[in-house]
C-alpha cells in the first residue's frame, strides 16, 4: 500500500518570500502525485497533479512542483507567496490505476503568510 | 453558481440522533463522494456513487447510509450518532471514477456530536 509524508505540519514565510512544502511517498511504481490547497471554511482544490511525462508540472495560481522519483519526493513550490496563499496544502498520492478509493492523503501543511 | 453544494455548513447534535447531509452538483459529472475529515487533518474517502450505483464502499459503519436519487445529488445519512462521529464531511464529484479525474469538492460541514 502506497504511503505519503508531508514533514511540515506549520510553514511560515513572509509575504513575497518563496516558499517550498516537502511532500514523500511510498509506492513501489511511479504513481500519480497531486497537491490539493484548502482554504479556511472551504473544500480542497486541486492545485496541480503529475501522471507521466514532464517532471516539472505547472499547476493554478503561480504554483509548481517537481517529481523526484530518486527522493520519492513531489515538492510544491512558489517563487512569491501572496496572502491569500495562507492555506492548508495537501498531498496525494494515488497508484496509476483504479479509483479514488485507492487515494491517500497526506496530514497537510499549514502556511500562515506574514506581512 | 457553485458547482458542489452541500447543506448544512454546521451541524451540532447530540448522541444518538439521526442526521443527514445533503450534497448536489451541477457539474453533470456522472461519480460523487463523501469524504470524512477528522480533527488531524486525515482525509478519508467514505463512498463513492457513479451514475446513481454504489461503487467504494470503505469500511464504513453501517450506521453511514449514502442515498442517491439522481446522478446530480448524493446525501448522506447518519443513525444514531456517536462523538467519533464528530469531523468535517465533504461532498466531492468528478466526471467519472477514474482516478485522473479532476475532484471538486463541496465545502463541507462541520458536524459536532455532543
Known amino acids: 500500500a502506497q504511503s505519503v509524508t508531508q514533514p511540515d505540519i506549520h510553514i511560515t514565510v513572509s509575504e513575497g518570500a518563496s516558499l517550498e512544502l516537502r511532500c514523500n511517498y511510498s509506492?513501489?511504481?511511479?504513481?500519480?502525485l497531486f497537491w490539493y490547497v484548502q482554504s479556511p471554511g472551504q473544500g480542497l482544490q486541486l492545485l496541480l497533479k503529475?501522471?507521466?511525462?514532464?517532471?516539472l508540472v505547472q499547476g493554478i495560481k503561480g504554483f509548481e512542483a517537481e517529481f523526484k522519483r530518486s527522493q520519492s519526493s513531489f515538492n510544491l513550490r512558489k517563487p512569491s507567496v501572496h496572502w491569500s496563499d495562507a492555506a492548508e496544502y495537501f498531498c496525494?498520492?494515488?497508484?496509476?490505476?483504479?479509483?479514488?478509493?485507492?487515494?491517500?492523503f497526506g496530514i497537510g501543511t499549514k502556511l500562515q503568510v506574514i506581512p | 453558481d457553485t458547482a458542489v453544494s452541500q447543506t448544512p455548513k454546521y451541524l451540532v447534535t447530540q448522541m444518538g440522533n439521526d442526521k443527514s447531509i445533503k450534497c448536489e452538483q451541477n457539474?453533470?459529472?456522472?461519480?460523487m463522494y463523501w469524504y470524512k475529515q477528522d480533527s488531524k487533518k486525515f482525509l478519508k474517502i467514505m463512498f463513492s456513487?457513479?451514475?446513481?450505483?454504489?461503487?467504494i464502499n470503505e469500511t464504513v459503519p453501517n450506521r453511514f447510509s449514502p442515498k442517491s436519487p439522481d446522478k446530480a445529488h448524493l446525501n448522506l445519512h447518519i443513525n444514531s450518532l456517536e462523538l467519533g462521529d464528530s469531523a468535517v464531511y465533504f461532498c466531492?464529484?468528478?466526471?467519472?471514477?477514474?482516478?485522473?479525474?479532476?475532484?471538486?469538492f463541496g465545502s463541507g460541514t462541520q458536524l459536532s456530536v455532543l
Open positions: 466531492a464529484s468528478s466526471p467519472g471514477t477514474a482516478v485522473n479525474e479532476k475532484l471538486f
Open positions: 509506492y513501489g511504481a511511479t504513481p500519480y
Open positions: 503529475y501522471f507521466s511525462g514532464d517532471t
Open positions: 496525494a498520492v494515488a497508484p496509476n490505476s483504479g479509483g479514488y478509493q485507492k487515494v491517500t
Open positions: 457539474l453533470g459529472h456522472d461519480t
Open positions: 456513487y457513479n451514475n446513481k450505483e454504489l461503487i
